[in-house]
Structure formats: C-alpha cells, structure tokens
Nanobody
Framework: QVQLVESGGGLVQAGGSLRLSCVAS????????MAWFRQAPGKEREFVGF????????TVADSVKGRFTISRHNAKNIIFLQMDSLDPEDTAVYYC???????????????WGQGTQVTVSS
C-alpha cells in the first residue's frame, strides 16, 4: 500500500510559480513510478508528467514542457512538481499518483492522493 498526500496549491497570478509536494508513505513507495495529473472543471483528467522509481528518468507533457519540472527525494519520500510561468489554462486540481507503470493513462496507476487546487489568475 502507498498513501499519498499533496500540498502546495493555491492562488497565483499568471507568470508566477508554485511548487507542489506529494508526500508518500508505505513500504513499497520507492519501487513505484510517480506521476502528476490534473483535472480542470468539466474536463478529463490530464497527464502532466512522471518520474521513475529511481528518479533517473522523468518527462512532462508537451503542454507544460519548459515550464514544469518533476523531481523526487526518495530518502524523504517526497516528489515535487515545480511549476513556473503559470498560465490561467493551468488552473486545475493537481493529483499525484503511484504505480508500477510507465504510461500516460491515469487508469493504470494504483494509488492517488486527494489533490490540491491550483488557481492561476489573469
């Protein structure tokens, strides 16, 4: 079992930055690939990026490339989503997820956090 708790969301002006954190607990956390997804009102859940269990490989969606970065600190059981140059289109609830998978499909992930709201004002 893996438990995930996100934090760091909030209200920010366009062009600003936020760093989201996802604290994980559970014996097998370090063996899971981790991902960030987001869901805006009335839209489907959207892949943001993922990072491998070791942290050696990471990628983000084209829509956020060059602005968002994923990292993880396994010793502290935390993964981060650094978000820069935020745009109102980035407004959504952001979720972290864990799974023994390397895919953009949200259904493939086994564990989810409760989400944290990010609102970007214009």
């Amino acid at each position: 079992q893996v438990q995930l708790v996100e934090s760091g969301g909030g209200l920010v002006q366009a062009g600003g930055s936020l760093r989201l954190s996802c604290v994980a607990s559970g014996r097998t956390y370090s063996r899971h690939n981790m991902a960030w997804f987001r869901q805006a009102p009335g839209k489907e859940r959207e892949f943001v990026g993922f990072i491998s269990a070791s942290g050696g490989a990471a990628t983000v969606a084209d829509s956020v490339k060059g602005r968002f970065t994923i990292s993880r600190h396994n010793a502290k059981n935390i993964i981060f989503l650094q978000m820069d140059s935020l745009d109102p289109e980035d407004t959504a609830v952001y979720y972290c997820a864990a799974g023994m998978t390397w895919t953009l499909r949200s259904s493939a992930y086994d564990y989810w956090g409760q989400g944290t709201q990010v609102t970007v004002s214009s």
